[in-house]
């Protein structure tokens, strides 16, 4: 099956400071999405992006569909942006492969 | 906004005992979702339906069943509860039957099974 592999696995930030999260996919995708999984467990659906840039506020994603990758990028981090990024793509009818995420702390 | 609504945070059952697990979007959404997720692992799709009282295997189907009776509930059950069930339940859905797309998840039910 796809494989989804998502770079780097745990990463510690200052607040203010910004960041980049990767993305990388074996095979082509119809779509990407990238969610966002507070400490409490919920998975917020932050962007839903086959291709191009995105923006929405202090977050922006930009996926190469050609290249087989994705990026997400986290400007001027805050302590609520704290938790788990998955990077998920579909590769069939209904069919989401989810990478192992990336683990974000933000210290104050 | 989405809701979607999964009717326990956490559980506690014992070996054998039958569970169920409710999930309940106010979209008009096709597509409902159950995953699991486990440390290590990350989420694994068990089933989905794309319709009322249409449901597809997902990844890890094995110990698990479903029903989807009306369009906004879609239930997760396990017949014979056991202890490498003990996990996190994510309910999922989406607009549409034909793909995927954007993905709207429930807050989570915590299973432990003693």
């Known amino acids: 099956g796809i494989q989804v592999e998502q770079s780097p696995p745990d990463l510690i930030l200052q607040e203010g400071a910004n960041s980049t999260l990767r993305c990388n996919f074996s095979d082509s995708v119809n779509n990407l999405q990238w969610f966002h999984q507070n400490p409490w467990g919920q998975l917020i659906n932050l962007f839903y992006i086959p291709s191009g840039t995105k923006q929405n506020g202090r977050l922006s994603a930009t996926t190469v569909a050609t290249e087989r990758y994705s990026l997400l990028y986290i400007s001027s981090s805050q302590t609520t942006d704290s938790g788990v990024y998955f990077c998920?793509?579909?590769?069939?009818?209904?069919?989401?492969?989810f990478g192992k995420g990336n683990q974000v702390v933000v210290i104050p | 906004d989405v809701k979607v609504t999964q009717s326990s945070r956490y559980l506690v059952k014992r070996t054998g005992e039958k569970v169920f697990l409710e999930c309940v979007q106010d979209?008009?959404?096709?597509?409902m979702f159950w995953y699991r997720q486990d440390p290590g692992l990350g989420l694994r799709l068990i089933y989905f339906?794309?319709?009322?009282?249409?449901?597809e295997k997902g990844d890890i189907p094995e110990g698990y069943s479903v029903s989807r009776e009306k369009k906004e509930r879609f239930s997760l059950i396990l017949e014979s509860a056991s202890t490498n069930q003990t996990s996190m339940y994510l309910c999922a859905s989406s607009l549409s039957q034909y793909y995927t797309g954007e993905l709207f998840f429930g807050e989570g039910s915590r299973l432990t099974v003693l």
């Open positions: 998920a793509v579909e590769h069939g009818n209904n069919r989401l492969a």
């Open positions: 339906s794309y319709d009322v009282k249409m449901k």
């Open positions: 979209m008009d959404h096709e597509n």
